[in-house]
């Protein structure tokens, strides 16, 4: 399986990080060695000092699928889980001025963190799907799928014109304003509406 994120998804987040809004979707790839499931702790790693978090809806692929037209691309998912992009700031920053690939900030192992569940599409309002991040209790991000500059259904079609999609591959669909630094002993738990998706410490 391979994991495609979507950079720049909504326009307050854009603006907090004083970049374009794009004409069409960004789009960088994580290994599955960046995957933590399960609630595991995540483990602040050396070569950053400003690590952020950024809570995304995730779409889990439910069957191949390669130049799909934006009518179909309801058939290739079914169901939404949550999830945590973690972002070494201060490396991508550099890499950002250097002109060079993220791959480093975005994509080290255990960056990817996935609820355990995914909810049915057909148990919520797909084109307003609420949800959020708290951090040591306090609310620290929240979003709306229908605040997506580019929603589930356009994501599929322009991503599967590059990437054949397959089988359980997660689409990390973007992330809200409000991103921040995680510090050690931080318990994260993020929900969609009311239905808590995670809960792990930062270690």
């Not at 700031?89 to 002109?99: M, T, V, Y």
């Not at 669909?173 to 792990?200: C, S």
Request: glycine share 6%.
């Amino acid at each position: 399986m391979k994991i495609i994120c979507i950079g720049r998804n909504y326009v307050k987040h854009i603006e907090e990080l004083n970049s374009e809004r794009p004409e069409e979707p960004v789009i960088f790839l994580k290994p599955d060695s960046s995957i933590l499931r399960k609630n595991r702790p995540f483990f602040i790693p050396d070569f950053s000092n400003d690590l952020h978090h950024e809570v995304e809806l995730v779409l889990k692929i439910d069957k191949v699928g390669k130049s799909i037209s934006r009518k179909f691309a309801t058939r290739y998912y079914s169901s939404v889980g949550l999830g945590i992009d973690f972002t070494a700031r201060d490396l991508q920053n550099k890499l950002k001025d250097k002109g060079l690939p993220w791959e480093k900030s975005k994509a080290f192992d255990f960056s990817a963190a996935i609820s355990n569940d995914f909810i049915p599409l057909e148990e919520l309002d797909a084109n307003n799907i609420r949800f959020r991040l708290e951090i040591n209790g306090e609310t620290r991000q929240t979003g709306e799928s229908s605040r997506m500059i580019f929603p589930f259904d356009e994501l599929i079609e322009h991503i599967s014109k590059f990437f054949t999609l397959k089988t359980g591959d997660l689409i990390y669909t973007g992330t809200p304003a409000g991103v921040g630094p995680v510090q050690i002993n931080d318990r994260l738990e993020g929900y969609i509406e009311d239905r808590k998706m995670f809960d792990f410490l930062i270690k």
